[in-house]
């Protein structure tokens, strides 16, 4: 079941950015803000050194999907004061007929630039295919994005207590079956991935809240559509942003339990709402 994240807007800033890839596969595209809020560890992917044109930023571009695909943050332009650096330098070799042998070696790079990983991913193509770039080069991107994602998820750093905002996620409304408590603790979950600090405690006091409302519509011909409307609340309960997101599904399908479409719904989510949260934090600043 796939819901798009339509947009997420800071109402402060009066802005609005579509989002239109299907969370339960895809987040947002590489130079979406929403990937990198600049309290969250991420991934910036140069240019691939000695490979040729597009081929040098075909590669990057695939390395940072494969990031995505593997729950990390990455990006090949949006960075922030915690994020790692991937850079990868290609070499090849002549095997005749016209083939290059292609290897590509991956050096992650943390926010000090202190090489802390790397990976070598080598490929037989075609010496034309190498020159081309696209989407015959891109195993020698998705072959090492699982090594690296397992590394950046080991190593991110956790919110600190006292200096990141503490953030509650309030009960859901409107959502049938079991939508209204599993949203919730998904959505937790999926903030605490993205390196949001969380309130675990009932009664702690939150810089933040969000909250969200869910429509489903009366069946027709088979289908429901879904909205849900995610907002960050500040504690007197005045909406900074929101992040909206709808699909259609099967009529009655979530009548009774949710299972891992909450888990998808709330993924795809979170990181616009990390966004909104960072947004309202330099707001908040420029402001004091």
């Not at 802005?15 to 990198?36: I, N, T, W, Y």
């Not at 005749?96 to 490929?123: C, F, I, K």
């Not at 949710?258 to 908040?284: C, H, N, Q």
Request: glycine fraction near 8%.
């Amino acid at each position: 079941m796939r819901f798009p994240l339509l947009a997420a807007s800071l109402l402060l800033l009066a802005s609005c950015q579509p989002l239109p890839h299907p969370f339960a596969q895809d987040v947002p595209p590489p130079h979406s803000p929403f990937l990198a809020p600049p309290d969250s560890a991420g991934v910036v992917v140069e240019p691939v050194a000695g490979a040729p044109e597009p081929a040098a930023h075909d590669l990057a571009a695939a390395m940072a999907k494969a990031l995505q695909d593997n729950d990390v943050p990455a990006s090949t332009s949006a960075s922030n004061r915690g994020s790692y650096r991937l850079v990868g330098t290609a070499a090849t070799k002549d095997v005749g007929s016209g083939n290059l042998l292609v290897t590509v070696s991956w050096e992650m790079h943390d926010a000090t630039g202190l090489p802390v990983s790397r990976q070598d991913a080598t490929l037989a193509l075609a010496a034309a295919a190498w020159r081309r770039g696209g989407d015959g080069i891109r195993d020698l991107a998705r072959e090492p994005a699982p090594y690296f994602a397992k590394m950046v998820e080991t190593m991110a750093p956790a919110p600190i207590a006292g200096i990141d905002p503490l953030v509650a996620v309030a009960t859901i409304t409107g959502a049938p079956g079991d939508g209204g408590e599993t949203l919730a603790r998904a959505m937790s979950d999926a903030l605490k991935h993205v390196n949001v600090d969380v309130a675990d405690t009932p009664g702690a006091k939150a810089s933040y809240v969000v909250e969200a409302r869910v429509d489903v519509s009366p069946p027709a011909g088979g289908k429901q559509q879904v909205k849900i409307s995610w907002s960050l609340l500040n504690p007197s309960g005045g909406q900074l942003g929101q992040v909206n997101q709808e699909n259609a599904v099967p009529a009655g399908s979530l009548d009774r339990n949710w299972g891992m479409t909450a888990y998808d719904v709330a993924s795809a989510a979170a990181p616009g709402i990390a966004a909104l949260i960072a947004e309202a934090r330099k707001v908040a600043a420029t402001k004091s």
